[in-house]
């Protein structure tokens, strides 16, 4: 029986972020090198290791993933920014966010926005809250219109990696 106890899922958003994060700076080009990337973050913790199906791994791997689709997403809530423009800890976020909103229907969306606008306090700016809220408000707004569907096929699904 495993007794290790299970990171909650806010800690393991915090790794996510910081993973996803320093993506902005250092990309990788494989699913290997994303991989060796997540299993090196200093910010790894214990409760993860040896977990190869951790909800970190899962969320860190989606974004990666869908990163065009989940941009694209961004691109359409966002009005009069670019991706090019935005900081890259509230472009993380909102890839992070979305990824859920749009690929982990098991999530509720107010618990994903929630969590998001949470994760902006702790490493955004004093602006970051608000930006990211009135992104994230439209997607919630077009989820409920059935302009965005919340669907569990990915990448992962549709290509083997």
């Not at 009069?80 to 935005?86: G, L, T």
């Not at 509720?108 to 955004?124: D, H, T, W």
Request: glycine content about 4%.
């Amino acid at each position: 029986m495993n007794t290790a106890k299970k990171a909650p899922r806010r800690q393991e958003r915090v790794l996510a972020f910081k993973v996803l994060y320093s993506l902005c700076f250092t990309p990788v080009t494989s699913i290997e090198d994303l991989r060796e990337t997540f299993e090196g973050s200093p910010d790894k913790v214990d409760s993860l290791d040896g977990n190869p199906i951790s909800f970190a791994w899962e969320l860190v791997r989606g974004v990666w993933i869908e990163q065009s689709t989940v941009d694209e997403a961004i691109t359409g809530f966002s009005q009069n920014w670019r991706i090019e423009r935005m900081a890259k800890v509230e472009l993380t976020l909102l890839r992070l966010a979305l990824f859920e909103l749009m690929f982990r229907p098991d999530i509720p969306a107010r618990a994903v926005v929630n969590e998001a606008i949470e994760l902006s306090k702790q490493f955004g700016d004093d602006k970051s809250r608000g930006f990211v809220n009135g992104i994230l408000d439209a997607a919630l707004k077009a989820i409920d219109s059935g302009e965005l569907v919340r669907t569990t096929e990915t990448a992962k699904t549709k290509a083997s990696i």
